[in-house]
């Protein structure tokens, strides 16, 4: 491996046994990725584990400190002349990359057990720089690969390979990558239909988030529309990591250019499914569901204003459950943290269905009664979403909500029963 004197000690990896990587400054690169280039060979051809992680680590920041020089240029203030070492690199290095994209678990590590990367995540990770750095220069590279595997029936190959599209479709202008979309997208979707690897399925979900993202032409076209529909569908009913890449796919889709029309039909099961997951323990899921709920109901038209108060009382009525299960004595750290999540969220989406409403909320005084509780008994990190669901009842207006925070920010450690006579 290459080391030079006077490097900046440098990590991709999190936690505490994270590999330290250790890179010259851009300007006196030239050498170092002389000698990387030959540790990525040697890598290539069945290097240790160690050397491989190593290696593609090193990449990552090059790759990095590369697309700060380009953004200089850009901007006309140049530091560092781009010397293109990712573009000259990139037969080998993606090469390289995606070899180790096939190296993944089939059961994904548990959030607590995330502590270092493995060698097939350092690569995605990688490989994603790298894309930032080349956008479409780096499509000849992984275009091939993504062709000949995404439809393979090793899983492995499969899921690199979508991987890989998934990410091809974020670092790309939205206008390129016509050829074999919509094959590619129904291939993604026969994925998530057959394939019982959890992995694949989160892999896929994450992707068709892209193309709800980046290409709303696919996803509109023919019977693409409905079999998106039905992955989402899916995904609810999936563990926990597929569900919050199934969230994620409707937050894009929703935020998106989409005629909003074309989800009028599907508004019973979103909100359905939106709701219960914004109850469930997992951060991640109950987090984006509840932001995904909030723009979801931000386009709900006034004709559909029952849709809107089913939704205000089913949300009002998880929300006081939460309140009652964090009162309960003899709770472990593990289950206040799991209610504080579930309290949180839940009034966070509270908050946003009654500024959608107004003054036209639903058992007006339940709604009130319950927010009072949450701010009164609740997990403090609910307390500022229930004054500005308290702030909409009362006001009746949607400006409440940004007042409402900035008189919380200001509040800072007032208690919360002083806040809302404020508020009030």
Not at 124 to 136: A, N, Q, T
Not at 302 to 319: A, G, I
Not at 360 to 370: A, G, L, M, N, Y
Request: with cysteine; net charge negative.
């Amino acid at each position: 491996g290459a080391h030079k004197e006077g490097t900046e000690a440098l990590t991709m990896a999190s936690g505490a046994d994270a590999m330290e990587v250790e890179i010259p400054p851009y300007a006196d690169l030239g050498d170092f990725v002389k000698d990387l280039e030959k540790d990525t060979r040697k890598a290539l051809e069945g290097g240790d584990e160690e050397l491989t992680k190593r290696v593609i680590e090193q990449w990552n920041q090059i790759a990095e400190s590369e697309y700060d020089v380009k953004i200089d240029e850009m901007e006309d203030c140049k530091k560092d002349v781009n010397r293109h070492y990712i573009k000259n690199a990139a037969p080998n290095l993606v090469k390289f990359l995606l070899e180790n994209m096939m190296k993944q678990n089939e059961v994904p590590k548990a959030n607590d057990e995330a502590a270092s990367l493995s060698v097939a995540e350092a690569a995605e990770i990688c490989l994603h720089e790298v894309g930032i750095c080349l956008e479409e220069d780096v499509i000849p590279h992984v275009w091939p690969f993504i062709r000949s595997n995404i439809r393979s029936t090793n899983w492995r190959r499969s899921c690199a390979a979508v991987v890989a599209l998934g990410a091809t479709l974020e670092f790309t202008k939205s206008n390129t990558l016509c050829e074999d979309l919509g094959e590619l997208f129904q291939s993604v979707v026969g994925l998530i239909e057959s394939n019982h690897a959890t992995i694949v399925k989160e892999s896929s979900l994450f992707c068709l988030g892209k193309f709800c993202q980046r290409r709303l032409d696919v996803v509109k076209t023919g019977k693409n529309f409905p079999k998106l529909m039905t992955s989402i569908q899916r995904s609810f009913s999936e563990d926990a990591k597929s569900k919050a890449q199934g969230i994620s796919a409707i937050q894009n889709l929703v935020e998106s250019t989409l005629e909003f029309s074309i989800l009028l039909p599907h508004l019973p099961w979103l909100i359905d499914g939106l709701i219960k997951a914004v109850s469930t323990s997992n951060k991640e899921v109950s987090g984006g569901a509840s932001e995904a709920l909030g723009a979801l109901l931000g386009k709900v038209p006034p004709s559909r204003h029952l849709l809107l108060e089913t939704t205000v009382r089913e949300l009002r009525k998880r929300l006081q459950a939460a309140v009652e299960r964090g009162c309960e004595r003899g709770l472990s750290k593990e289950q206040e943290r799991d209610i504080n999540c579930s309290q949180e969220n839940l009034t966070a989406a509270l908050a946003g269905a009654l500024v959608r409403l107004g003054a036209q909320v639903p058992e007006v005084w339940d709604c009130f009664i319950v927010l009072k509780d949450v701010i009164k008994r609740g997990m403090p990190g609910a307390h500022s979403d229930a004054i500005i669901a308290i702030g909409s009842i009362v006001t009746g207006e949607k400006q409440m909500r940004e007042s409402s925070r900035t008189l919380f920010a200001l509040c800072g450690r007032l208690e919360s029963s002083i806040i809302l006579l404020l508020v009030l």
